[in-house]
């Protein structure tokens, strides 16, 4: 089911995306950077996607969005699905799916990338897809926080500039139409479905590293795990999906 916010009539150029589950701790903050105005100035609707959370996530959701989808059935969502479910309610050229604990360094810089893109104007032009670069927020920033996030922006970039589609799914911008084309998200996949969907984009049309898109994202599952562990993870899910068509991992475990 979903809920409609009148003011979101006008057709949209842009469509954020944020998959949600349980987000209650960040979720207000993150989509308080999508405000109402910012929206409007760049012909942006705002949709969450929600995996059946229990806690205040969804009353959060309808505050600040256009839209919200609720899945509603008993077995747990893939963020997959999350995505895809809220890329069906999408009205905009281009799609920007963005994750709850994730928001962009400079909004109105990162807007106004978007909007170029959208309109085929600038760097961008000609690009089906666009890589966000990754950081921790400078107030949260360790030295490894640092360390890591410059060697995997740097390795996404350089997949990029070997004509190979990647990018992380804390955020990734596609054209619809490419979207659509190739499936969208496959929705088997616990994990690795977003360089899977980066990686197909690629086979056919140009994924683009887009430095002036750099987002924030919470450090909580390094905090917990450690990096080296997530990459391990990440790793052995991406390797699974190359080659076995399946991710390693059967569900992928939320920190909150």
């Not at 994924?207 to 599952?221: D, G, I």
Request: glycine share 8%; hydrophobic share 40%; charged share 25%.
């Amino acid at each position: 089911m979903s809920a409609s916010n009148p003011a979101a009539d006008a057709h949209p150029m842009i469509s954020i995306v944020v998959p949600v589950l349980n987000e209650e701790k960040l979720l207000e903050a993150s989509l308080a950077v999508f405000s109402k105005g910012l929206r409007e100035r760049y012909r942006a609707e705002l949709i969450v996607s929600d995996g059946g959370s229990t806690d205040s996530s969804l009353d959060i959701a309808r505050r600040h969005a256009d839209r919200v989808v609720v899945h509603g059935e008993l077995r747990r969502q893939t963020i997959a699905e999350g995505r895809n479910r809220g890329a069906a309610e999408a009205r905009g050229d281009v799609i920007v799916f963005i994750n709850g604990d994730t928001v962009p360094a400079n909004p109105e810089v990162f807007f106004a990338t978007v909007g170029d893109f959208a309109q085929r104007r600038g760097d961008y032009r000609r690009a089906t897809a666009l890589a966000c670069p990754v950081n921790v927020a400078p107030a949260e920033r360790r030295g490894a926080d640092s360390a890591f996030h410059t060697f995997y922006n740097t390795y996404v970039r350089f997949l990029s500039l070997l004509r190979i589609g990647a990018g992380r799914g804390e955020c990734q911008v596609v054209r619809r139409d490419a979207f659509e084309s190739v499936g969208g998200y496959r929705e088997g996949l616990a994990a690795g479905e977003d360089f899977d969907l980066f990686a197909r984009i690629g086979l056919r049309a140009r994924v683009r590293f887009a430095p002036e898109l750099l987002v924030y994202e919470s450090p909580r599952r390094f905090r917990k795990f450690g990096y080296l562990r997530v990459l391990y993870w990440w790793t052995i899910n991406a390797l699974s999906v190359m080659f076995r068509g399946r991710s390693s991992s059967d569900e992928w475990e939320p920190v909150r």
